[in-house]
T-cell receptor, first 110, second 114 residues
Framework: SQELEQSPQSLIVQEGKNLTINCTSSKTLYGLYWYKQKYGEGLIFLMMLQKGGEEKSHEKITAKLDEKKQQSSLHITASQPSHAGIYLCGADGTGNQFYFGTGTSLTVIP | DGGITQSPKYLFRKEGQNVTLSCEQNLNHDAMYWYRQDPGQGLRLIYYSQIVNDFQKGDIAEGYSVSREKKESFPLTVTSAQKNPTAFYLC?????????????FGSGTRLTVV
């Protein structure tokens, strides 16, 4: 099965600081998705990457898929308390299964 | 408004008891999914169903059972065979063939075994 390892597992940053979350796959990624989850709630889709080297941005969040398509990074610029939550990467697996990463818990201190 | 509803939001269960988590959607979605989330971890697939009266095991199906008698409903039963059932459970749905970016997620049920 597909394994998606995220690092760090948790992150505490001061408001205004930049941060990066990584997602590393055990297999080649053909579709990499980033989600945000507020604590104890459902997931919100952020963005999807498919091509090696692809980079997408939404407001202050930028995600990139590396050339070899086995790692993705999510970068937040000038973090705000509203960015706090759990960030999950996800990828298509074999058959119709979809796999989620191990998750990164982000706390932003005002 | 269309959406996906999980109930209850919090559930307490005594050891050795079965408990059923509800997931209902009025989006006319074909596929439904159950995920489990442990503290500080990502989501793991328990079961999924792409059509009524059919469902498939995910990565951690042991100790769980599901049914899909109606398109709108995909209840998950946590049986006494599940050794560590305390977790957060998320249900999701999608149209058949949709990519995960189009999944709709419920707000989850937090199950605690006491």
């Amino acid at each position: 099965s597909q394994e998606l390892e995220q690092s760090p597992q948790s992150l505490i940053v001061q408001e205004g600081k930049n941060l990066t979350i990584n997602c590393t796959s055990s297999k080649t990624l053909y579709g990499l998705y980033w989600y945000k989850q507020k604590y104890g709630e459902g997931l919100i889709f952020l963005m999807m990457l498919q091509k090696g080297g692809e980079e997408k941005s939404h407001e202050k969040i930028t995600a990139k898929l590396d050339e070899k398509k086995q790692q993705s990074s999510l970068h937040i610029t000038a973090s705000q308390p509203s960015h706090a939550g759990i960030y999950l990467c996800g990828a298509d697996g074999t058959g119709n299964q979809f796999y989620f990463g191990t998750g990164t818990s982000l706390t932003v201190i005002p | 408004d269309g959406g996906i509803t999980q109930s209850p939001k919090y559930l307490f269960r005594k050891e050795g008891q079965n408990v059923t988590l509800s997931c209902e959607q009025n989006l006319n979605h074909d596929a439904m999914y159950w995920y489990r989330q442990d503290p500080g971890q990502g989501l793991r697939l328990i079961y999924y169903s792409q059509i009524v009266n059919d469902f498939q095991k995910g990565d951690i199906a042991e100790g769980y059972s599901v049914s899909r008698e109606k398109k709108e409903s995909f209840p998950l039963t946590v049986t006494s065979a599940q050794k560590n059932p305390t977790a957060f459970y998320l249900c999701a749905s999608s149209m058949f063939g949709q990519t995960p970016m189009d999944y709709t997620f419920g707000s989850g049920t937090r199950l605690t075994v006491v």
